[in-house]
T-cell receptor
Framework: EPEVTQTPSHQVTQMGQEVILRCVPISNHLYFYWYRQILGQKVEFLVSFYNNEISEKSEIFDDQFSVERPDGSNFTLKIRSTKLEDSAMYFC?????????????FGPGTRLTVL | AQKVTQAQTEISVVEKEDVTLDCVYETRDTTYYLFWYKQPPSGELVFLIRRNSFDEQNEISGRYSWNFQKSTSSFNFTITASQVVDSAVYFCALSEAQGVTGGGNKLTFGTGTQLKVEL
């Protein structure tokens, strides 16, 4: 069964460093998302991406964040200068369609720890 | 703005008990979708069910059932004869159909209910 994959599973970085989180969505899906979950809290939407551009982003997704689909398979989230409060689990998701409440398939997550 | 409330932070039951997880939502849209996801201790998010706002029929899948009531803006989830493997955090989520056209529909999650099923 096709699945969303994410690498690395755990990333430790120093405050102020740049990190890139990688995701491989399901191959025929067209819509891509990043969410984050601070430990013990709810899952929060960061950004959605379609047709090689951001379609919606939340207040959390400020200038320190960027997303890219550098090739036909990868979807990346970059945090330019990490802060302590960026420590969280980051989930990538993809869906085939956008309307009709299409199911979003989630990856296993990348746990980011900023020291 | 859309909002999902899961008032139960944590529920503990003994195996084989039935348990209901509550979810109340707010939205201005007439067309929307509701979801339940399970997050086991391993951390991944597992899709359980999707419901659209026009379909108020209750649904049963094995030991799981869902009760959708638009009149009370609720989408509750019941596990019958709970098992230890049901122990997880359960999230209710909402997606509005009138989201950004051509751009996907973000999910708004509730704060989750931690379910602990003990022997």
């Amino acid at each position: 069964e096709p699945e969303v994959t994410q690498t690395p599973s755990h990333q430790v970085t120093q405050m102020g460093q740049e990190v890139i989180l990688r995701c491989v969505p399901i191959s025929n899906h067209l819509y891509f998302y990043w969410y984050r979950q601070i430990l013990g809290q709810k899952v929060e939407f960061l950004v959605s991406f379609y047709n090689n551009e951001i379609s919606e982003k939340s207040e959390i997704f400020d200038d320190q964040f960027s997303v890219e689909r550098p090739d036909g398979s990868n979807f990346t989230l970059k945090i330019r200068s990490t802060k302590l409060e960026d420590s969280a689990m980051y989930f990538c998701a993809s869906s085939l369609r956008e309307g009709r409440g299409d199911e979003q398939f989630f990856g296993p997550g990348t746990r980011l720890t900023v020291l | 703005a859309q909002k999902v409330t899961q008032a139960q932070t944590e529920i503990s039951v003994v195996e084989k008990e039935d348990v209901t997880l509550d979810c109340v939502y707010e939205t201005r849209d007439t067309t929307y979708y509701l979801f339940w996801y399970k997050q086991p201790p391993s951390g991944e998010l597992v899709f359980l069910i999707r419901r659209n706002s026009f379909d108020e029929q209750n649904e049963i899948s094995g030991r799981y059932s869902w009760n959708f009531q638009k009149s009370t803006s609720s989408f509750n989830f019941t596990i019958t004869a709970s098992q230890v493997v049901d122990s997880a955090v359960y999230f209710c989520a909402l997606s509005e159909a009138q989201g950004v056209t051509g751009g996907g529909n973000k999910l708004t999650f509730g704060t989750g209910t931690q379910l602990k099923v003990e022997l």
